[in-house]
């Protein structure tokens, strides 16, 4: 048993918006394919942190979903800035039982065990967020506390994952980074940036968490080993 993590994978299989313009992303879906099946076990765990399928809605995902649904262990999926197709929890849920999609869940104001750690996140927000955002920032906010505190009740050490980084080259997300520090998370994983923007990623450890990006252009679609065996 082990934890992988990867972001955007930016799945366009039920939509005419594939990622292959893109310099990196060339035949991207087979690669993700070919990687993802030769490392990742059926008993492994996945968490895709956001950006997931292009979709606008739900049910337009299902040719997607069933791409995942077709690699090998549990996915953990959190919303990125481009899931359209997102909705309520309840009404995600309903949808990935109704289809099949058993291997799948929604990481959202809630939190996953995974040996002694728990799988918390959430979105996230920009670090430059306008005064006229300010309210999806804090949004934000709570349901990271809400994730988190959802880990705690159940005895385990948070691993947080969001989808938009909450330092990048010189600026800070004041209010991601709070939560952060008030919980003393270790271990932070975000997704988001792609290109040029990559080369102000903030990797390793800052102020005490170790930061890591894991957008899939960025680890060349391969799912990262977060923790291996936590059970022994």
Same mark, same amino acid.
């Given at each position: 048993?082990?934890?992988?993590?990867?972001?955007?994978?930016?799945?366009?299989?039920?939509?005419?918006?594939?990622?292959?313009?893109?310099?990196?992303?060339?035949? $991207?879906?087979?690669?993700?394919?070919?990687?993802?099946?030769?490392?990742?076990?059926?008993?492994?765990?996945?968490?895709?942190?956001?950006?997931?399928?292009?979709?606008?809605?739900?049910?337009?995902?299902?040719?997607?979903?069933?791409?995942?649904?077709?690699?090998?262990?549990?996915?953990?999926?959190?919303?990125?800035?481009?899931? $359209?197709?997102?909705?309520?929890?309840?009404?995600?849920?309903?949808?990935?039982?109704?289809?099949?999609?058993?291997?799948?869940?929604?990481?959202?104001?809630?939190?996953?065990?995974?040996?002694?750690?728990?799988?918390?996140?959430?979105?996230?927000?920009?670090?430059?967020?306008?005064?006229?955002?300010?309210?999806?920032?804090?949004?934000?906010?709570?349901?990271?506390?809400?994730?988190?505190?959802?880990?705690?009740?159940?005895?385990?050490?948070?691993?947080?994952?969001?989808?938009?980084?909450?330092? $990048?080259?010189? $600026?800070?997300?004041?209010?991601?980074?709070?939560?952060?520090?008030?919980?003393?998370?270790?271990?932070?994983?975000?997704?988001?940036?792609?290109?040029?923007?990559?080369?102000?990623?903030?990797?390793?450890?800052?102020?005490?968490?170790?930061?890591?990006?894991?957008?899939?252009?960025?680890?060349?679609?391969?799912?990262?080993?977060?923790?291996?065996?936590?059970?022994?």
């Amino acid at each position: 048993m082990a934890l992988f993590a990867i972001a955007d994978l930016h799945l366009s299989i039920g939509e005419d918006k594939k990622m292959d313009k893109f310099r990196g992303w060339e035949d $991207y879906e087979n690669r993700l394919r070919e990687h993802w099946t030769a490392i990742v076990k059926p008993e492994d765990t996945v968490v895709i942190a956001g950006d997931i399928s292009w979709a606008m809605k739900l049910t337009d995902a299902f040719a997607d979903f069933s791409f995942l649904h077709r690699l090998p262990g549990k996915k953990l999926l959190l919303k990125g800035n481009h899931d $359209y197709w997102w909705c309520t929890k309840k009404k995600m849920d309903e949808w990935l039982v109704s289809s099949g999609f058993d291997d799948m869940s929604i990481l959202f104001n809630n939190a996953f065990p995974y040996g002694k750690y728990a799988v918390c996140g959430t979105r996230g927000w920009s670090y430059d967020c306008p005064a006229d955002e300010r309210n999806v920032l804090l949004r934000e906010v709570g349901r990271l506390e809400a994730s988190i505190n959802a880990g705690i009740e159940l005895g385990l050490e948070p691993l947080v994952f969001l989808h938009y980084p909450p330092v $990048y080259g010189d $600026y800070v997300c004041d209010e991601i980074m709070d939560v952060l520090k008030k919980f003393n998370i270790k271990y932070c994983l975000y997704g988001h940036l792609h290109g040029a923007s990559r080369e102000k990623a903030i990797t390793g450890n800052y102020e005490g968490i170790k930061m890591r990006l894991i957008s899939a252009d960025h680890v060349r679609f391969v799912p990262q080993l977060i923790l291996p065996d936590c059970s022994e």
